[in-house]
């Protein structure tokens, strides 16, 4: 694992330029300017959700304003989706930055689900990797983790710190020294 870290921080630190603009249907008291963020890749849209909320709520009425969901030229985004998965499918050959549409009023209820706080996202994220663990070590690894962790692997993709994740992701990586290798690949397949 130690050979691959080069590469590891590479696919960590990978960001995406992205432009937020409010969609034009929104009720405002003034014209709102777009957000810019570089989006890591390896994290989810709902953990820069405040971000954006706070830039635009600026403009905003607060009776003007519910859950916010994003889109991409007419397609919502789904906030269980990591970031780089979103770009990669839906945006990859677009120009850069990103445009991202920020809504706060209808709400698709028939393709995405509800993300009502930030505990949902961490709920999500530990099941994936649980289902990995199975697949690979039989869920030996994240069974003998503690609490403290699981909290880590969460804080590290949560504040976007590479070695505080990656000290508690090692484990997941690695394989017994007497096995040739893990029991299976785990993989997911997303489709929009």
Known sequence: MTDDKDVLRDVWFGRIPTCFTLYQDEITEREAEPYYLLLPRVSYLTLVTDKVKKHFQKVMRQEDIS?????????????????????????????????????????????????????????????????????KHKSQVINEMQKKDH??????????????????????????????GFRYIPFRIYQV
């Open 151 to 180: 909290k880590q692997l969460w804080m590290g993709l949560h504040n976007d710190r590479f070695d505080q994740f990656w000290a508690i992701n090692r484990k997941l990586m690695e394989y017994p020294a007497e096995e040739n």
């Open 67 to 135: 859950e916010i969901w994003f889109e991409h030229e007419g397609t919502p985004l789904k906030w269980h989706y990591p970031i780089g998965l979103l770009f990669d499918l839906l945006a990859s050959s677009s120009a850069l930055p990103w445009n991202i549409t920020v809504h706060f009023k209808s709400f698709p209820e028939k393709d995405l689900l509800h993300c009502p706080s930030k505990d949902v996202i961490e709920a999500h994220f530990m099941s994936c990797v649980k289902e990995a663990d199975a697949l």
